[in-house]
């Protein structure tokens, strides 16, 4: 029971990593706060895991309705002892040179200024706890693969925005760490792959296999095993880490 006791606030719940991060927090003793902009997904996951589930919708990009959420989440359990954030917005797929510079500035709003927005409200929280904070980045920080220049842009503003904190919520006892993931082998991903496979004429498990081929550990990292490695930097079997960012890739990259 890592989390035992602890209140858990997931920023960005969705099908998928967001889901498995809640459901493992709460599997670890924690409750939990969902968070995201539609409200029937954070009612039914809530229904779902139990009394220790607060629904919370809010959109991340309004700071009211973040500081309205973080007092919800006071009045209801009296602390917060960690916050995932895991809000994303997918940039434009392009070259650097002729991306839409508009188009890119709606995807620093919420990849890189709704985490800042979040983590500034829910500080004051976590330094009484001495808490915790784990923001989900992505392995588009490892390649300068084409078209990937906006994404990467994005990611690599959001790690430093989070060494940056680290750097400063540490002496008051806050720990700031991330995680990487790779491909997530989850239904958004199948059914890319699903597209891909109809596009060329072969199976879907084709388009799987020769991706996996290039991790080390020939497959897929799924999101419970991410969620697995948020938890555990959430966790006091974490606590001396901090300003980390931790590949979950079964060795895709290494860094």
Same mark, same amino acid.
């Given at each position: 029971m890592?989390?035992?006791?602890r209140?858990? *606030?997931? !920023?960005?719940?969705?099908?998928? +990593?967001g889901?498995?991060?809640? *459901?493992?927090?709460?599997? $670890?003793?924690?409750?939990?706060?969902l968070?995201?902009?539609?409200?029937?997904?954070?009612?039914?996951l809530?229904?779902?895991?139990?009394?220790?589930?607060?629904?919370?919708?809010?959109d991340l990009?309004?700071?009211?309705?973040? $500081?309205?959420?973080v007092?919800?989440?006071?009045a209801e359990?009296?602390?917060?002892?960690?916050l995932v954030?895991? =809000?994303?917005?997918?940039p434009?797929m392009?070259?650097?040179?002729?991306?839409?510079l508009?188009?890119?500035g709606?995807?620093?709003e919420?990849?890189?200024l709704?985490? +800042?927005?979040?983590?500034?409200?829910?500080?004051p929280?976590? @330094?009484?706890s001495?808490?915790?904070i784990?923001? *989900?980045?992505? =392995?588009v920080?490892? #390649?300068?693969?084409?078209p990937f220049g /906006?994404?990467?842009?994005?990611?690599a503003?959001?790690?430093?925005a989070?060494?940056?904190?680290?750097?400063?919520?540490?002496?008051?006892?806050?720990?700031?760490?991330?995680v990487?993931?790779?491909?997530i082998?989850?239904? $958004?991903?199948?059914?890319?792959f699903e597209f891909? =496979?109809?596009r060329r004429?072969?199976?879907?498990? $084709?388009i799987?296999?020769?991706?996996? =081929?290039?991790?080390?550990?020939?497959r +897929? /990292?799924? /999101?419970?095993? @991410?969620?697995d490695?948020?938890?555990?930097? !959430?966790?006091?079997?974490?606590?001396?880490v901090?300003?980390?960012c931790?590949?979950?890739?079964?060795?895709?990259? #290494? #860094?």
């Amino acid at each position: 029971m890592l989390l035992e006791d602890r209140v858990v *606030v997931v !920023a960005g719940v969705g099908p998928g +990593l967001g889901t498995s991060i809640a *459901v493992r927090a709460a599997g $670890q003793g924690a409750s939990v706060v969902l968070v995201a902009r539609t409200e029937s997904v954070v009612k039914d996951l809530a229904a779902s895991i139990g009394d220790r589930a607060l629904a919370a919708p809010a959109d991340l990009t309004d700071d009211v309705a973040v $500081q309205r959420t973080v007092e919800r989440t006071l009045a209801e359990f009296g602390r917060i002892d960690v916050l995932v954030h895991n =809000a994303f917005a997918m940039p434009p797929m392009s070259s650097l040179g002729r991306v839409d510079l508009a188009s890119v500035g709606e995807s620093f709003e919420v990849n890189v200024l709704a985490a +800042l927005r979040t983590i500034r409200h829910v500080t004051p929280a976590l @330094i009484e706890s001495r808490g915790a904070i784990v923001v *989900v980045n992505s =392995a588009v920080l490892r #390649h300068s693969r084409k078209p990937f220049g /906006p994404y990467r842009l994005t990611k690599a503003a959001l790690l430093a925005a989070t060494q940056n904190l680290a750097t400063e919520l540490g002496p008051k006892g806050v720990r700031v760490n991330s995680v990487a993931p790779g491909w997530i082998w989850a239904d $958004q991903l199948r059914g890319w792959f699903e597209f891909q =496979a109809a596009r060329r004429g072969v199976p879907a498990r $084709q388009i799987y296999d020769e991706v996996a =081929a290039t991790t080390d550990l020939r497959r +897929l /990292p799924e /999101p419970d095993e @991410i969620a697995d490695a948020i938890l555990f930097l !959430a966790s006091d079997l974490a606590r001396g880490v901090t300003g980390a960012c931790l590949d979950v890739n079964c060795g895709e990259f #290494h #860094h």
